[in-house]
Every structure is written in structure tokens, then in C-alpha cells.
């Protein structure tokens, strides 16, 4: 059975970090597309960073600059490092493996911004 847990969320005032993992069981993310995906409340979901099974990445244009995703295929871990937070970063993250015909989510994790 194929499981992504989320953890690293919280509560940090603007201008702080987090650092998000995302790791899985079941799978192996050396052969996944991986992305964190953010959405919040009356918000519209929003592809946040991937890294492809091939070690390419892509980030949002909202936060280049200030987010890096990282993968270690030997914990099977995903990381989202999230620097100079604001608020408007306020969301429930979300872990997603994918490949061809195949897409695995997590439960997410909350990241809160606030003063």
C-alpha cells in the first residue's frame, strides 16, 4: 500500500522557514515525479515546486527565490525548504508522487504565516 506523510508544518512569523519532508512508503520516489502542491481555503490549487525523477526542478514564479525542493532516495524523502516566509504562503501543503497513469497524494500539512 502506497503511503506519502507530510510533516514540517506549523506556525512561523513572516520572514521565518520551515522546512517540509515528505516521505513514502510503498513506492520509491527514485522513479517518481515529485511535487508539492499548496491550496487553501476558497484558494485554487497551486504546483508550488517538482523535481522530476531525473533531478530537474521547477518552481512557481511565487516563490523562486525563496523555495528549494530536495529528494534523498536513500530515506525515501522529499524536501521543501521554505525560506523568508509570508503570509500569503499560508496553506495546506500537499505531497504528490507521479508517473505514467499513476498519482499518489498526501494528507498534507498546514504552514501558517502569521505575526
Known amino acids: 500500500q502506497v503511503q506519502l506523510v507530510e510533516s514540517g508544518g506549523g506556525l512561523v512569523q513572516p520572514g521565518g522557514s520551515l522546512r517540509l519532508s515528505c516521505t513514502a512508503s510503498?513506492?520509491?520516489?527514485?522513479?517518481?515525479?515529485i511535487g508539492w502542491y499548496r491550496q487553501g481555503p476558497g484558494k485554487q490549487r497551486e504546483l508550488v515546486a517538482a523535481?522530476?525523477?531525473?533531478?530537474?526542478?521547477n518552481y512557481a514564479d511565487s516563490v523562486k527565490g525563496r523555495f528549494t525542493i530536495s529528494r534523498d532516495t536513500v530515506n525515501n524523502t522529499v524536501y521543501l525548504q521554505m525560506l523568508s516566509l509570508k503570509p500569503e504562503d499560508t496553506d495546506v501543503y500537499y505531497c504528490?508522487?507521479?508517473?505514467?497513469?499513476?498519482?499518489?497524494w498526501g494528507k498534507g500539512t498546514l504552514v501558517t504565516v502569521s505575526s
Open positions: 504528490v508522487a507521479s508517473r505514467t497513469g499513476m498519482r499518489y
Open positions: 523535481v522530476t525523477r531525473g533531478g530537474i526542478t
Open positions: 510503498g513506492l520509491s520516489f527514485s522513479i517518481y515525479n
